[in-house]
């Protein structure tokens, strides 16, 4: 009877989980396949019926083109350097929202406001403010002496990469404090307060119990928002356009597909977004595994 009862449930389980295997094969393995597929041939975006198979030459000219590694160095400059202020910004946020000062809760939700902003429109709103001629940024900056005249912020090709990272933490910070909020809630308040009369200094009980007992969701966080940025595409897109000196692998991708109507070499490009994006999602899931086991 159990064993009746067992394949049922098994059954069951699978009649609940087909609506959900449809819509990934349909919305994610489909569209990956005709990719990877597209990626051996020399079709146009004109006309993708008409092509013929070119093997790996595809592949081999996206990796030989200087600004495929252009694009993978912008990329990796941007995902390393925002990643790591929103992570320590969003755990210096996170650890004064979680003490009990007043109006916590309003600024729980006003911490909220960026990230709730459309990526467009965050980004055309930053673009208005660092404008050169009449941006609020260059005129504050004018108005406490410290320029002279206007900074083109967007246009400057030594500025616009820090400008991309600026709009970037300021957006995506609150995403990093939510996910370390969690973690702080479930740290047992009477662990705290018995290290507290022990008298063990704050610094200290933050760096030998606070701080290991938030791996584990710093280390999620930390994977979400590096993946999020190895394929980030709209703000530096909305921002700059094709600047090289911002453009990322997705943008690259994207202007061999649509602009050069290179259906062949722009899936090419997007595979090899897609295997660097899985190379980095092992790389730090392996480093969460390896510290949890050596934690256990």
Known sequence: ????????????????????????????????????????????????????????SNFLEVINDPAWWSAVRNTLTFAVISVAIETLLGLGIALLLNEAIPGRGLLRAAILVP?????????????????????????????????????????????????????????TTPFMVLLI?????????????AAEVDGIPAWKRFWSITLPLLKPAIGVAVLFRSLDAIRMFDLAYVLAASNQNVMTVSIYARDRLISFQELGVGSAASTWVFLLVALV???????LRLDRSAGE
């Open 1 to 56: 009877m159990s064993a009746k009862l067992a394949r049922r449930e098994h059954r069951t389980a699978w009649l609940f989980l087909t609506p959900l295997v449809v819509v990934m094969l349909m919305v994610a393995v489909w569209p990956l396949g005709r990719t990877f597929f597209f990626s051996f041939t020399d079709a146009y975006l004109d006309d993708p019926t008409v092509y013929g198979m070119v093997g790996i």
């Open 181 to 193: 909020l969690a973690g702080l809630q479930t740290i047992p308040g009477e662990m705290m307060e």
């Open 115 to 171: 990230w709730a902003i459309p990526v467009v429109v965050a980004t055309k709103i930053w673009e208005w403010m660092l404008n050169d001629q009449f941006g609020v940024f260059n005129r504050i900056l004018i108005s406490l002496g410290l320029i002279d005249h206007g900074i083109a912020w967007t246009a400057s090709s030594s500025l616009i990469m820090g400008v991309v990272i600026f709009i970037d933490v300021w957006m």
């Open 281 to 287: 999602a092992i790389i730090l899931i392996g480093a």
